[in-house]
C-alpha cells in the first residue's frame, strides 16, 4: 500500500521561501511521476509541478523560474523548493503520485505569502 506525507508549508512574507518535502511509501514509488498541486477554495486544483522517474520536470506557467521539484529516489521523496513567494501563491498544496491503478494524494499543506 501506498502512502504520502507532507512536510513544509506555512507563513512566509512576500519574497521569502518555503521548501515542501513528500515521503512516499512503497515498491512502486521510484518507477512513477510525482507531482505538487495547489487548490484554493472554490476552485479546482491546479498543477504546480511533476517530476517523471526519469526526472523530466513540467512546471505550470505561473511558477516557472520561481519553483524548482526534484526528486530523490533512495529516499522516495520529493521536493518542491518554491522561492519568490507571491500573496497569489498562497493555496493548499498537495503531493501526489501516479499509480498504475490511479492518482493518490497526499493530506495536503497550507503555504501562505502574506503581503
Not at 510525482?34 to 505561473?62: C, F, H
Not at 521523496?77 to 501563491?89: A, H, I
Not at 501516479?98 to 497550507?110: E, I, N
Amino acid at each position: 500500500q501506498v502512502q504520502l506525507v507532507e512536510f513544509g508549508g506555512g507563513l512566509v512574507q512576500a519574497g521569502g521561501s518555503l521548501r515542501l518535502s513528500c515521503a512516499a511509501s512503497g515498491s512502486v514509488v521510484s518507477i512513477s511521476t510525482m507531482g505538487w498541486y495547489r487548490q484554493a477554495p472554490g476552485k479546482q486544483r491546479e498543477l504546480v509541478a511533476a517530476i517523471t522517474s526519469g526526472g523530466s520536470t513540467n512546471y505550470a506557467d505561473s511558477v516557472k523560474g520561481r519553483f524548482t521539484i526534484s526528486r530523490d529516489n533512495a529516499k522516495n521523496t520529493v521536493y518542491l523548493q518554491m522561492n519568490s513567494l507571491k500573496p497569489e501563491d498562497t493555496d493548499v498544496y498537495y503531493c501526489a503520485i501516479d499509480l498504475p491503478w490511479g492518482r493518490l494524494w497526499g493530506q495536503g499543506t497550507q503555504v501562505t505569502a502574506s503581503s
